[in-house]
């Protein structure tokens, strides 16, 4: 495996650079870590939205209140598994667990997205918080999530857009 320049390592892409080196596309696409996040990332925001809708329904209505809970604990233990498994794919690729430069902000906000849904599991553990208040803990890190899925799903679109070009280029 071919590693990143120091110069790489220490600064974050700017929307200009490519996203994945000739060799880092060659590992992305030869990576069993690839196929698990195109797996787990649909998942995880099917889980997201019926979760998000047992939240709201109990905020609305007081009614569900276990089965929000338990929604929002599925939900971050998915989190949890794809943000492994994504650290592992990013090794894979750019030869580090996280902050590789070409997804540096979407691994930064990564890192509010994870502090806020442990935070949830902190409340309900040591049963901080009223189960409303809990509610609303895990809706700002639904929030936090919708934003970086979206800095993900951006990344995406660059990375298919870069995949076309560079193939019809070759042809």
Same mark, same amino acid.
């Given at each position: 495996?071919?590693k990143?320049?120091?110069?790489?390592?220490?600064?974050p892409?700017?929307?200009a650079?490519?996203?994945?080196t000739?060799?880092?596309?060659?590992?992305r696409d030869?990576?069993p870590?690839t196929?698990?996040?195109g797996?787990?990332?649909?998942?995880?925001f !099917?889980?997201?939205?019926?979760?998000?809708g047992l939240?709201i329904?109990?905020?609305m209505? =007081?009614? =569900? =209140?276990?089965a929000?809970?338990?929604s929002?604990v599925v939900? $971050?233990?998915v989190?949890? !598994?794809?943000?492994?498994t994504g650290?592992?794919?990013?090794?894979?690729?750019?030869?580090?667990y996280l902050?590789a430069p070409a997804f540096f902000?979407?691994?930064?906000?990564?890192?509010?997205?994870l502090?806020?849904? $442990?935070?949830?599991?902190l409340?309900i553990f040591f049963n901080?918080l009223?189960l409303e208040?809990?509610?609303w803990?895990?809706l700002?890190?639904?929030?936090?999530?919708?934003?970086?899925?979206?800095?993900?799903?951006?990344?995406f679109r660059q990375?298919?857009?870069m995949t076309? $070009?560079a193939?019809s =280029?070759?042809?």
């Open positions: 495996m071919t990143p320049s120091q110069a790489d390592q220490k600064k892409a700017s929307p650079d490519p996203l994945y000739p060799e880092e596309r060659v590992r030869a990576s870590w196929l698990v996040q797996v787990l990332a649909p998942l995880q !099917l889980v997201f939205l019926i979760s998000l939240v329904r109990f905020l209505t =007081g009614e =569900g =209140g276990g929000a809970t338990a929002v939900k $971050t233990l989190l949890y !598994l794809i943000m492994v650290a592992i794919w990013e090794k894979d690729v750019y030869g580090r902050f902000w979407e691994d930064v906000f990564s890192m509010l997205v502090a806020l849904h $442990t935070a949830y599991l409340c901080w009223s208040q809990q509610m803990l895990a700002a890190a639904y929030a936090a999530y919708v934003i970086n899925a979206a800095q993900f799903l951006i990344k990375a298919r857009k076309t $070009t193939d =280029g070759a042809a």
